[in-house]
């Protein structure tokens, strides 16, 4: 069983490290624009937010769906062990550096584009740190399904799916509309 344990956890660090060299990469990408064409980076900033906030949606979406399949599964069935997989990696792996990223690119661009001024931008934020909040519960439940402590059911978390869709509908129709 401790086998399988370190042969779980090699399979996780992989990823993770892809992750990572993409992220410095990206990183090593915008130095370099910011070097050779310091006038075009505030466009590059919101072109790595946007894939940011794409790729950080993206999860946000799915993982709550795996939570659904994975609350009808029995905890100790092989099936509930490649959820826990799945799920420990889309938010490791995916979520939460696309987070990152989309938070620092956002206050660059917020404070860089608009000053940090406009109600539109206020609620913005504040939608954003909703999500963030989403986030952190979604997180938390990464760790109570790993601890096959799941009390919610998978109705419950077809219900809990619409959140963050309902989050990102006001936070595109706030940066694209302004309506404030």
């Not at 906030?53 to 099936?79: E, K, N, T």
Request: overall charge positive; charged content about 15%.
């Amino acid at each position: 069983m401790a086998d399988d344990a370190s042969e779980t956890g090699k399979a996780a660090a992989s990823p993770a490290k892809r992750a990572g060299i993409a992220l410095a990469i990206f990183a090593c990408l915008t130095v370099l624009i910011f070097l050779l064409e310091p006038d075009d980076l505030y466009l590059w900033i919101k072109a790595v937010h946007v894939i940011a906030v794409i790729s950080w949606m993206a999860g946000m979406l799915y993982l709550p769906r795996l939570f659904v399949y994975h609350a009808d599964v029995d905890p100790a069935s092989d099936q509930s062990k490649l959820f826990k997989l799945m799920e420990r990696r889309l938010l490791r792996v995916i979520i939460n550096p696309a987070m990152m990223v989309a938070w620092v690119a956002g206050l660059w661009l917020a404070w860089s584009g608009f000053g940090f001024h406009g109600t539109w931008l206020y609620l913005k934020l504040a939608a954003v740190i909703a999500m963030s909040g989403v986030h952190g519960y979604f997180s938390g439940a990464v760790r109570r399904f790993a601890d096959d402590r799941n009390e919610t059911s998978s109705r419950n978390w077809r219900l809990i799916n619409e959140i963050p869709t309902v989050l990102m509908i006001v936070i595109v129709i706030l940066v694209i509309v302004k309506p404030f």
